[in-house]
């Protein structure tokens, strides 16, 4: 590294001598300040590169980058910096929304009558008089809730025939001589894994609700007898997005018994499955079997395992382009960014806008949009050649050199092409991959509240319970009904007509 101590410039002295000593002594001294100069240069390349590459990382939020909100901080300023434009439709309900008005009933559960007995203007009496009409106004509460004790007794008869003592069967979900019922334990379930409510806030809220506190451990026993009683749909859930036509993956980390591990999500628009596993890759997607016997089109943020699945199609989240798209022109300042967010945004437009019966845009279309994908394509290119070697017979390092965020991008937009532009050849294939996210969201959500999971066996069991009750609401059943059923041994069990 030259600093200002050790770079060396002719002194007065020295270009006299150098002059009398003919050219050549000249030209050495011009080539000894060439090659300073030429390596300051470098210098000063390297380190803008890094200054670059740091400046670019501290303006990275969840706006332009696929980082997290939740990685932002509290002393980070927000600012609304949407990637979606703004549309013609004015605020509120739009029409055909159905609203949730409140509605006087026919038949209340009871009535109060609020008799009148002095006349409101002159004070008289009014006992006795003949009433001429009523206005009614209807409160829509809940009745006060407390546990409901059934006490279930077998009759024990002695045999006059034989002097042997007989008695009556229970029914098979009476157990224990004292336990609690279905209903509580859909409860519990329903505050730990639909709502994220922690095990022992859930115990308060049950105390409070029907002044009675269950143990921590009914609701933990509640969650495993919930996993065993649903088993049957989880494996039906996951037979079904194997045969799906798209299917959403992803993944996103989480604490268990305090090291990271990793949430693999596998959805469709009405099917949700979890897997929890201690590694990231392409061997936890084989301990799940998310894509191995699958073979429709795979939605995802390329992720390079997801990538090594060769018997099914492909499709990159665009949204995920359109952020990094965003950061490269806020920070790098290279338009090529902005051209290709617009014609991704184009191409959405021009998707929504085709009538069906079409599934694809027309040839034409296609190749229009081709076209201006690699021109685009060959300007960024340009705007980032590539660099020139300049440690020659130094030790060639391992790997694939490291590259700005703007030639990554540049190189997966180039080599991922049908992939980037598979919405528009398939319109089954989404232009995002937010099912997926929004799926995962759910469980980070939880560790966010509980602030993770104690044991991997627990994680696990989230993860399925969860992926049974996100099916079961977007299969439009009530989620209290799909945990209730599966208590009492009939599980919602989503099946092929339904998809």
Same mark, same amino acid.
């Given at each position: 590294?030259?600093?200002?101590?050790n770079f060396?410039m002719?002194?007065?002295?020295?270009?006299?001598?150098a002059?009398?000593?003919? /050219?050549?002594?000249?030209?050495? &001294?011009? @080539? *000894? +300040?060439?090659?300073?100069?030429?390596?300051? =240069?470098?210098?000063?390349?390297?380190q803008?590169?890094?200054?670059?590459?740091?400046?670019?990382?501290?303006?990275?939020?969840?706006?332009?980058?696929?980082?997290p909100?939740?990685?932002?901080?509290?002393?980070?300023?927000?600012?609304t910096?949407?990637?979606?434009?703004?549309?013609?439709?004015?605020?509120?309900?739009?029409?055909?929304?159905?609203?949730?008005?409140?509605?006087?009933? /026919?038949?209340?559960?009871?009535t &109060?009558t @609020? *008799? +009148?007995?002095m006349?409101?203007?002159?004070? =008289?009496?009014?006992?006795?008089?003949?009433?001429?009409?009523?206005?009614?106004?209807?409160?829509c509460?809940?009745?006060?809730?407390?546990?409901?004790?059934?006490?279930?007794?077998?009759?024990?008869?002695v045999?006059?025939?034989?002097?042997?003592?007989?008695?009556g069967?229970?029914?098979?979900?009476?157990t224990?001589?004292?336990?609690?019922?279905p209903?509580?334990?859909?409860?519990?379930?329903?505050?730990?894994?639909?709502?994220?409510?922690p +095990?022992?806030?859930?115990?308060?809220?049950? =105390?409070?609700?029907?002044?009675?506190?269950?143990?921590?451990?009914?609701?933990?026993?509640?969650?495993?007898?919930?996993d065993?009683?649903?088993?049957?749909?989880?494996?039906?859930?996951?037979?079904?997005w194997r045969d799906?036509?798209?299917?959403h993956?992803?993944?996103?980390?989480?604490?268990?018994?305090?090291?990271?591990?990793?949430?693999?999500?596998?959805?469709?628009?009405?099917l949700?499955?979890?897997?929890?596993?201690?590694?990231?890759?392409?061997?936890?997607?084989?301990?799940?079997?998310?894509l191995?016997?699958?073979?429709?089109?795979?939605?995802?943020?390329?992720?390079?395992?997801?990538?090594?699945?060769?018997?099914?199609?492909?499709?990159?989240c665009?949204?995920?382009?359109?952020?990094?798209?965003?950061?490269?022109?806020?920070?790098?300042?290279?338009?090529w960014a902005?051209?290709?967010?617009?014609?991704?945004v184009?191409?959405?437009?021009a998707?929504a806008?085709?009538?069906?019966?079409?599934?694809?845009?027309?040839?034409?279309?296609?190749?229009?949009?081709?076209?201006?994908?690699?021109?685009?394509?060959?300007?960024?290119?340009?705007?980032?050649?590539?660099?020139?070697?300049t440690?020659?017979?130094?030790?060639?390092?391992?790997g694939?050199?490291?590259?700005?965020?703007?030639?990554?991008?540049?190189?997966?937009?180039?080599?991922?092409?049908?992939?980037?532009?598979?919405?528009?050849?398939?319109?089954?294939v989404?232009?995002?991959?937010?099912?997926?996210e929004?799926?995962?969201?759910?469980?980070?959500?939880?560790?966010?509240?509980?602030?993770?999971?104690r044991t991997?066996e627990?994680?696990?069991?989230?993860?399925?319970?969860?992926?049974?009750?996100?099916?079961?609401?977007?299969?439009?059943?009530?989620?209290?009904?799909?945990?209730r059923?599966?208590?009492?041994?009939?599980p919602?069990?989503?099946?092929?007509?339904?998809?």
């Amino acid at each position: 590294m030259i600093s200002p101590m050790n770079f060396h410039m002719p002194t007065d002295e020295e270009m006299p001598t150098a002059f009398a000593q003919g /050219e050549a002594a000249v030209m050495a &001294v011009f @080539h *000894a +300040v060439a090659a300073q100069v030429a390596a300051l =240069a470098q210098q000063l390349a390297k380190q803008g590169a890094v200054l670059q590459e740091w400046q670019a990382r501290l303006a990275k939020s969840s706006h332009n980058s696929s980082q997290p909100p939740s990685s932002e901080g509290y002393g980070t300023v927000k600012r609304t910096a949407s990637l979606r434009q703004a549309g013609d439709k004015s605020n509120g309900g739009q029409p055909g929304h159905e609203g949730q008005t409140l509605m006087a009933v /026919e038949h209340p559960e009871r009535t &109060v009558t @609020h *008799a +009148v007995s002095m006349c409101a203007h002159c004070q =008289a009496s009014l006992q006795g008089i003949e009433v001429r009409g009523y206005e009614e106004r209807q409160v829509c509460d809940l009745p006060a809730i407390r546990i409901d004790v059934t006490a279930h007794r077998a009759e024990i008869k002695v045999c006059p025939a034989c002097g042997k003592l007989s008695k009556g069967t229970f029914p098979a979900a009476v157990t224990h001589a004292v336990h609690y019922g279905p209903t509580v334990h859909t409860w519990a379930s329903s505050c730990t894994h639909y709502h994220p409510i922690p +095990v022992e806030r859930t115990t308060e809220i049950c =105390a409070d609700l029907v002044q009675h506190r269950m143990s921590e451990a009914t609701v933990l026993k509640a969650s495993e007898h919930l996993d065993t009683c649903m088993a049957p749909s989880t494996e039906a859930v996951k037979g079904l997005w194997r045969d799906a036509e798209v299917l959403h993956v992803d993944e996103s980390g989480l604490r268990v018994r305090g090291t990271l591990h990793w949430l693999h999500g596998a959805c469709t628009e009405r099917l949700t499955s979890y897997e929890v596993h201690a590694k990231r890759g392409h061997e936890a997607m084989e301990a799940a079997g998310m894509l191995g016997p699958f073979r429709g089109t795979a939605v995802h943020d390329h992720w390079q395992p997801y990538l090594t699945y060769d018997e099914c199609a492909h499709a990159l989240c665009t949204a995920h382009h359109l952020r990094a798209l965003r950061c490269i022109d806020t920070q790098y300042r290279q338009a090529w960014a902005n051209d290709m967010a617009a014609l991704l945004v184009e191409s959405k437009a021009a998707v929504a806008a085709t009538p069906a019966p079409a599934m694809r845009l027309s040839p034409p279309e296609l190749l229009a949009f081709a076209t201006r994908y690699d021109a685009v394509v060959q300007a960024g290119c340009a705007a980032n050649p590539v660099p020139v070697p300049t440690t020659a017979g130094a030790e060639k390092k391992r790997g694939r050199p490291p590259q700005p965020p703007p030639v990554n991008l540049l190189i997966r937009l180039r080599d991922f092409k049908g992939h980037v532009l598979a919405c528009m050849a398939d319109f089954r294939v989404p232009f995002d991959n937010n099912q997926g996210e929004r799926d995962i969201r759910m469980v980070k959500l939880k560790q966010k509240v509980s602030g993770g999971f104690r044991t991997l066996e627990g994680a696990q069991r989230f993860g399925r319970i969860r992926g049974y009750l996100s099916t079961a609401r977007q299969q439009a059943k009530n989620v209290f009904e799909a945990i209730r059923d599966a208590l009492e041994g009939n599980p919602f069990i989503p099946s092929p007509a339904m998809q």
